[in-house]
């Protein structure tokens, strides 16, 4: 993230766009092939060029920045500013971070897997599986299907905007290590009424994704991190990748962040106490795993056909406009076109401290992963679309299509 200090009354956790009026915080085949270009590191003036470009987003204010871009011609890495301000240590291609709403891509997976499998429909309501839980207020889990959580037009609102811990710098400080249960955090948001019908507009919501993971737990009995860690972490061999429950550190080497919280003096956040994002943001990974994730997600080696296709069926997300021209968003993933033609999927994501993006082509081959830490709860403007012109670039000099 940069260092920006600008906020947004909706709450971290994907994006906030400080222009718009974006309602965000912000078993399969073959698993354990390599990802696309995986053995080879290319060098040249292709891979100067991604250092200009992660250059260029570090001088809008970030402190660090990691960027990794993979096609069949190679791995080309590049890192700017720091990882950590008190010892001035350089960015490593292999640190780990937060990923935060890229978190709902493997939530998703693993729902479509569920759903693969007979276990449950896109179109069971949240009643059906979550008894009780979506009511008040004029919610009603009856109205609302699981297609409508995972592409967020349920129109549930979002309990980040209601959840000063990861928006207000005190909240943090007092609250930046207490466990939060999902039935704790779905009612934060079942105390207000929701802002629209199932089914009408999409508007981004947290807590549409803090219900997939109750919905995971209570299809298979277990939780949505022993269920993403066994279905795709530890078959694609992610090894950098944790789900973590409520463990507020990072293990190993890894970026710092740091966050203003909207005021003029950024704080270290890297500590924080994940179940207060949960299923909707609260992984670990870096540029190198989540390169092989989501090429496997697009080759299919994680999803059937049509559970795949689903995933890829998106709903215009016109919110997103500022920052990505013709939005769409799918089961977990987001759809952007490309300015040399055809367009790309994945996810973005923002928590304090920490701002992941990345893009993938359709068939897998061609991967852009980019972090930038700093100013996590409000991205600058001109951070995200720094972040967005290098994704573009590179996908559209590796013929991305």
Request: include cysteine; proline fraction near 5%.
């Amino acid at each position: 993230m940069s260092t920006a200090t600008r906020t947004h009354p909706r709450g971290p956790l994907f994006h906030r766009l400080v222009t718009t009026a974006l309602a965000t915080a912000l078993a399969g085949l073959g698993l354990m092939t390599p990802a696309a270009g995986a053995a080879t590191t290319a060098t040249g003036p292709a891979t100067d060029t991604l250092r200009q470009q992660a250059d260029a987003v570090q001088r809008t204010g970030t402190v660090g920045v990691l960027a990794r871009s993979t096609s069949p011609q190679g791995v080309r890495h590049a890192t700017a500013g720091v990882s950590d301000r008190r010892t001035g240590r350089a960015p490593h291609p292999d640190d780990k971070f937060r990923i935060a709403s890229a978190t709902k891509t493997f939530v998703s997976t693993v729902v479509l897997q569920l759903a693969g499998e007979g276990r449950l429909s896109l179109d069971d309501t949240v009643e059906d599986l979550l008894p009780g839980v979506v009511s008040g207020n004029g919610n009603d889990g009856s109205r609302i299907t699981v297609r409508q959580l995972l592409n967020h037009t349920s129109g549930l609102f979002n309990y980040t905007a209601d959840f000063p811990v990861l928006s207000d710098a005190a909240a943090f400080r007092a609250g930046r290590f207490d466990t939060w249960t999902d039935t704790r955090l779905v009612a934060l948001a079942m105390r207000h009424a929701p802002n629209s019908a199932p089914g009408t507009r999409w508007e981004y919501s947290n807590t549409n994704y803090t219900l997939a993971g109750m919905i995971i737990e209570r299809t298979t009995g277990r939780s949505w991190q022993h269920e993403v860690t066994r279905r795709v972490i530890r078959p694609l061999g992610l090894r950098d990748t944790y789900a973590p429950v409520t463990h507020p550190g990072i293990p190993g080497r890894h970026m710092k962040g740091y966050s203003a919280f909207g005021g003029s003096t950024p704080i270290d956040v890297t500590l924080f106490n994940p179940s207060g994002a949960g299923a909707a943001g609260g992984m670990i990974s870096t540029t190198g795993d989540l390169t092989r994730f989501y090429s496997a997600l697009m080759k299919g080696r994680l999803l059937g056909p049509a559970q795949l296709a689903e995933m890829k069926r998106t709903v215009r997300a016109a919110e997103l406009d500022d920052v990505w021209p013709g939005a769409r968003y799918g089961l977990g993933l987001m759809r952007v076109d490309l300015t040399c033609g055809g367009g790309y999927y994945g996810h973005a994501g923002d928590i304090p401290g920490y701002m992941t993006r990345d893009g993938v082509s359709e068939d897998g081959r061609h991967v852009v992963v980019v972090e930038a830490t700093g100013d996590g709860s409000a991205p600058d403007l001109g951070t995200m679309r720094a972040v967005n012109t290098l994704i573009d670039q590179q996908l559209c000099a590796t013929g991305r299509r």
